[in-house]
């Protein structure tokens, strides 16, 4: 069972209409491919909607919470695993460990802050795991147009940009991660 650790919000967006199915779907898609999910451990908005898709549907969940996040974001009861951490970075170095590839959905700047850390570690070799944007909606075209042009004015390598796999569609990007793992 291959381990997919998908940083999302901890809230839900009224903006993006197709959001909440999409996160449901991808939770259907993580069980059908036999994947076990690995998040932030909250049972509250996109991250909740999440794990209990997967849950409902019989998949295997574990969540990794600071624990300066319990009283706040409130783990879910049914996780087939929780693990209680001191710190946001111990959180992210869990995630990174437990993780064979890495999702990005919509979030803000917790999720950012995720997967800039998860990217950069790939850019240097810490790891070599797959990295993938759900760009449901087009929610990242900014974030990926600020990029390019940090990598047209030399701050960022031709080859960094190419690391993440890009699709709005989580079939295809979720069969694209497997394949690289």
């Not at 969540?63 to 783990?75: F, K, R």
């Amino acid at each position: 069972m291959k381990s997919i650790c998908v940083y999302l919000g901890s809230s839900l967006s009224s903006k993006h209409s197709r959001l909440t199915e999409s996160i449901i779907t991808l939770g259907h898609q993580l069980v059908t491919h036999n994947c076990r999910l690995i998040y932030g451990g909250s049972s509250q908005g996109l991250m909740g909607l999440l794990a209990q898709s997967v849950i409902d549907k019989g998949g295997k969940v574990t969540g990794v919470i600071p624990t300066c996040l319990i009283q706040q974001e409130i783990p879910p009861n049914n996780l087939n695993e929780l693990i209680i951490v001191n710190s946001m970075q111990e959180r992210k170095l869990r995630l990174q460990e437990q993780a064979d590839a890495f999702l990005v959905v919509p979030g803000g700047l917790g999720t950012l802050e995720e997967v800039f850390d998860t990217w950069n570690a790939i850019k240097l070799g810490i790891f070599n795991k797959p990295l993938g944007f759900l760009n449901i909606d087009g929610y990242y075209d900014g974030l990926f147009s600020f990029i390019k042009n940090c990598s047209d004015t030399g701050f960022v390598k031709k080859t960094h940009l190419d690391i993440p796999i890009i699709n709005a569609n989580s079939q295809i990007l979720l069969t694209e991660l497997l394949k690289s793992t």
